[in-house]
């Protein structure tokens, strides 16, 4: 995406939007930091280079737009005191919670966001997996005493993020059930920990900026691409496959760390079934990575004439090293200083 005036405005409109969410002093408040933060992500999903993006950012507007008027619609019945159309308050909190589990693409309301993010360039997949999520997760905080209802939404993403992966080709599908899949333990930690789901969160976009860093630098989309364009470098293959391990949680890797603070938060709020049903899913989705990095690795492919030049700038080296050295050695030096 080209730094161009336009395009830095409505990032910075982008950001504006949710930060006004998120420190609103009433649901009306939150609603027009929403809407502002969406009507700024619409002009940076369209570019003219992808044929896609005009779909993704009619689908994206549409569902968006549904959860808006669904949280409208509740934050009006919340402020009427007409004792003909009193509902129950409880009521009205749940129909908020479901626009912002919507707005999130939480399963089993996710049926958008796999499509849209085919649609997008990398760095607004980035930013749709990470910071479009900032707000919905903030303010589902402000419903903190109505978290038995979030434990379906938190099961449904945890299993439908880990198999609806299996059988993906496109690396940003992938990464969308990945995300959706994420999204559960974040909501597991927002559920459990009142701060735990931010250094989850923290974590989790360090990662994802790492892996879309890599798959921008080669324009890479689809698996088969990881297999061609990176034979004659293994070690940037090692260290891509590394950072996908890490983004599933497999040990010693950083990726560990979160999931293994939310796992003993659940124990301590007494909670081992559902901790046991995401440490399988979580061993589904570490399946289709380990598919991915042992086909990579065990397997010899030809080497075509197109593919043999090497289009990788050296110069994005060092950040791609320092990336994969945080990656690989925070879990240790995390367990060196708190054990």
Same mark, same amino acid.
């Given at each position: 995406?080209?730094?161009?005036?336009?395009?830095?405005? =409505?990032?910075?409109?982008?950001?504006?939007?949710?930060?006004?969410?998120?420190?609103?002093?009433?649901?009306?408040?939150?609603?027009?930091?929403?809407?502002?933060?969406?009507?700024?992500?619409?002009?940076? /999903?369209?570019?003219? *280079?992808?044929?896609?993006?005009?779909?993704?950012?009619?689908?994206?507007?549409?569902?968006?737009?549904?959860?808006?008027?669904?949280?409208? +619609?509740?934050?009006?019945?919340?402020?009427?005191?007409?004792?003909?159309?009193? !509902?129950?308050?409880?009521?009205?909190?749940?129909?908020?919670?479901?626009?912002?589990?919507?707005?999130?693409?939480?399963?089993?309301?996710?049926?958008?966001?796999?499509?849209?993010?085919?649609?997008?360039?990398?760095? @607004?997949?980035?930013?749709? !997996?990470?910071?479009?999520?900032?707000?919905?997760?903030?303010?589902?905080?402000?419903?903190?005493?109505?978290?038995?209802?979030? !434990?379906? =939404?938190?099961?449904?993403?945890?299993?439908?993020?880990?198999?609806?992966?299996?059988? *993906?080709?496109?690396?940003?599908?992938?990464?969308?059930?990945?995300?959706?899949?994420?999204?559960?333990? !974040?909501?597991?930690?927002?559920?459990?920990?009142?701060?735990?789901?931010?250094?989850?969160?923290?974590?989790?976009?360090?990662?994802? &900026?790492?892996?879309?860093?890599?798959?921008?630098?080669?324009?890479?989309?689809?698996?088969? *691409?990881?297999?061609?364009?990176?034979?004659?470098?293994?070690?940037?293959?090692?260290?891509?496959?590394?950072?996908?391990?890490?983004?599933?949680?497999?040990?010693? +890797?950083?990726?560990? &760390?979160?999931?293994?603070?939310?796992?003993?938060?659940?124990?301590?709020?007494?909670?081992?079934?559902?901790?046991?049903? /995401?440490?399988?899913?979580?061993?589904?989705?570490?399946?289709?990575?380990?598919?991915?990095? =042992?086909?990579?690795?065990?397997?010899?492919?030809?080497?075509?004439?197109?593919?043999?030049? @090497?289009?990788?700038?050296?110069?994005?080296?060092?950040? &791609?090293?320092?990336? +994969?050295?945080?990656?690989?050695?925070?879990?240790?030096?995390?367990? /060196?200083?708190?054990?």
């Amino acid at each position: 995406m080209p730094l161009n005036p336009s395009k830095c405005l =409505f990032f910075s409109i982008l950001i504006l939007g949710t930060l006004i969410s998120i420190s609103a002093n009433s649901w009306f408040g939150i609603w027009m930091g929403l809407e502002i933060n969406l009507l700024s992500f619409i002009p940076l /999903m369209s570019t003219p *280079q992808n044929m896609l993006s005009s779909e993704a950012s009619l689908k994206y507007f549409l569902v968006q737009a549904l959860a808006s008027s669904i949280l409208l +619609f509740a934050t009006i019945l919340l402020h009427i005191n007409n004792p003909i159309m009193y !509902m129950n308050p409880n009521i009205i909190i749940t129909f908020i919670s479901l626009s912002l589990l919507l707005k999130m693409g939480a399963a089993p309301l996710h049926f958008w966001f796999p499509g849209t993010m085919e649609g997008l360039n990398w760095l @607004n997949c980035f930013i749709l !997996m990470t910071w479009q999520k900032i707000g919905p997760l903030i303010l589902l905080s402000y419903t903190f005493p109505f978290s038995s209802f979030l !434990m379906p =939404f938190t099961i449904s993403c945890i299993i439908i993020g880990s198999i609806g992966g299996l059988n *993906q080709t496109s690396l940003r599908k992938l990464l969308a059930y990945s995300s959706i899949n994420h999204l559960g333990w !974040m909501l597991v930690a927002l559920i459990t920990g009142e701060n735990m789901w931010m250094t989850y969160f923290m974590i989790y976009t360090f990662l994802n &900026l790492s892996i879309v860093y890599m798959f921008n630098t080669f324009q890479m989309f689809h698996i088969n *691409q990881s297999f061609l364009m990176l034979s004659s470098n293994p070690v940037i293959k090692f260290m891509l496959f590394s950072l996908l391990l890490s983004l599933g949680g497999l040990p010693p +890797f950083l990726g560990f &760390l979160p999931k293994w603070l939310v796992i003993q938060n659940m124990m301590n709020n007494q909670l081992p079934f559902l901790a046991t049903i /995401m440490v399988i899913m979580t061993l589904v989705t570490l399946f289709y990575y380990m598919r991915l990095t =042992f086909s990579s690795f065990l397997l010899s492919y030809m080497e075509l004439k197109w593919n043999t030049k @090497n289009n990788f700038n050296y110069t994005s080296f060092l950040p &791609l090293m320092t990336m +994969f050295f945080i990656s690989s050695t925070s879990l240790l030096i995390c367990m /060196m200083i708190f054990i």
